[in-house]
């Protein structure tokens, strides 16, 4: 791990110059099967960490098949903020991969995450995705979801889950200054929703075709919250039945000063 620069447009922190950057870096795969990884990460009291991740994480089977997993273990303390703007988790044909994620909020503390996965590569059917995320606030549990998406699991394919969609979402925000009034549940996209949970955070959920439009949606979701969270001005992503061809073309309205192909899907940074 190495300090970095601001990479895109901060929500909270708004590029301030005191905050921690950190950014992870993944190899050309992985995790493999057979793999077990563990990141650990403490945010101090009153203190900022933003978390980036420069490239997408690719779950692939490995010479020998197996199980690969991945926990990943935060602790924010008193008045701290932890942001953590997360790059899509690919599971790719044939992975069998366990994601848990365990977060330990103080009731003071900040919490911005950005959860993206897609299900397979271009064409592609996926693997087996078993993802775990557990919030707890004060010691008090806030959120806690489970998903499974492949070909091991019932149902993923129904309307219920995932449908014809290739692409899902959620953006976690916890902010102690919503104990008093919360922003209000709001249906911004035909698969797009602001959601508050019990307790001061919300969550912003989205599906897709691909990952520029979950892209679109989340941050559309995010400009919902305004003030300090907000992280540009967008619209919301076009239908993807209404987008066509031209789904993937860059939207004139979002800032960019570069655009990176990778495969069928776009990442644009400022």
């Excluded at 009291?45 to 490239?55: D, H, K, V």
């Excluded at 976690?172 to 001061?200: K, N, S």
């Excluded at 992503?237 to 495969?263: F, L, M, V």
Aim: hydrophobic share 40%; charged share 20%.
């Amino acid at each position: 791990m190495r300090p970095t620069q601001s990479k895109e447009p901060e929500p909270q922190v708004l590029r301030a110059g005191s905050v921690a950057r950190v950014s992870l870096v993944s190899g050309a795969a992985g995790p493999l099967g057979g793999d077990d990884f563990e990141l650990n990460v403490r945010v101090g009291a009153g203190s900022t960490l933003l978390l980036n991740e420069i490239s997408s994480m690719l779950l692939l089977p490995g010479a020998r098949g197996g199980r690969s997993s991945m926990r990943i273990n935060i602790a924010v303390e008193d008045d701290a903020t932890f942001v953590w703007m997360g790059e899509p988790i690919i599971a790719a044909r044939g992975c069998h991969h366990v994601h848990t994620i365990n977060i330990e909020l103080a009731a003071s503390a900040r919490l911005f995450m950005r959860d993206e996965l897609q299900f397979g590569r271009h064409k592609e059917q996926p693997g087996n995705l078993l993802q775990n995320v557990r919030v707890k606030r004060d010691g008090e549990p806030l959120f806690c979801q489970q998903q499974q998406i492949g070909p091991a699991a019932v149902g993923w394919r129904s309307c219920a889950v995932l449908g014809q969609h290739k692409c899902m979402g959620t953006v976690l925000v916890v902010d102690p200054q919503w104990c008093a009034i919360q922003p209000q549940t709001h249906l911004f996209a035909a698969d797009a929703a602001l959601l508050p949970l019990e307790g001061p955070a919300v969550m912003i959920s989205a599906l897709a075709a691909e990952t520029w439009t979950l892209r679109k949606h989340l941050e559309h979701g995010i400009n919902l919250l305004g003030g300090r969270w907000s992280v540009a001005a967008t619209e919301p992503a076009r239908d993807d039945r209404e987008a066509g061809g031209d789904r993937h073309k860059p939207d004139q309205i979002i800032p960019s000063s570069e655009t990176i192909e990778q495969g069928n899907n776009y990442e644009y940074t400022n």
